[in-house]
């Protein structure tokens, strides 16, 4: 991996950055307190993983009186689509159509869902994207 090339998230590490972009920036006990609730685990565990993660760049760490507040460094969207793409390149052989179709065939997709396909398949059609 070169020196600019962004870390991907371990699957626990990806559950913690869920929990910051969608709360924002968080303590550690705040963390453990979501992530708990699906699944037990221990505090002293989600420290550990976060405290990698900062190591990692992939959240960084403030101190605010005396906790210390963690925020994600990544942007969920470009998480995102590193994990995508990495799926597409060693499951798909890198066929966008295969994992789509796999990806409708797997979990049904609500109408609204299957409209915001359509309209992403127009606009590169239109060349927009």
Same mark, same amino acid.
């Given at each position: 991996?070169?020196?600019?090339?962004?870390?991907?998230?371990?699957?626990?590490?990806?559950?913690?950055?869920?929990?910051?972009?969608?709360?924002?920036?968080?303590?550690?006990?705040?963390?453990?307190?979501?992530?708990?609730?699906?699944?037990?685990? +221990?505090?002293?565990?989600? %420290?550990?993983?976060?405290?990698?993660?900062?190591?990692?760049? =992939? $959240?960084? !760490?403030? *101190?605010?009186?005396?906790?210390?507040?963690?925020?994600?460094?990544?942007?969920?969207?470009?998480?995102?689509?590193? +994990?995508?793409?990495?799926? %597409?390149?060693?499951?798909?052989?890198?066929?966008?159509?295969? =994992? $789509?179709? !796999?990806? *409708?065939?797997?979990?049904?997709?609500?109408?609204?869902?299957?409209?915001?396909?359509?309209?992403?398949?127009?606009?590169?059609?239109?060349?927009?994207?």
């Amino acid at each position: 991996m070169s020196k600019g090339d962004p870390l991907r998230p371990t699957e626990a590490e990806l559950q913690i950055l869920k929990v910051l972009w969608k709360k924002g920036a968080s303590t550690v006990r705040e963390v453990y307190e979501v992530l708990n609730q699906s699944k037990p685990m +221990l505090y002293t565990t989600v %420290l550990k993983l976060m405290q990698i993660m900062t190591e990692k760049a =992939l $959240v960084k !760490r403030s *101190l605010l009186q005396r906790a210390h507040l963690y925020e994600a460094n990544v942007a969920e969207s470009q998480t995102q689509q590193q +994990l995508v793409g990495d799926l %597409l390149d060693k499951v798909f052989d890198g066929s966008a159509s295969q =994992l $789509v179709m !796999r990806a *409708l065939s797997n979990k049904k997709a609500s109408p609204q869902e299957i409209s915001e396909i359509r309209n992403l398949l127009d606009e590169f059609e239109r060349g927009n994207k």
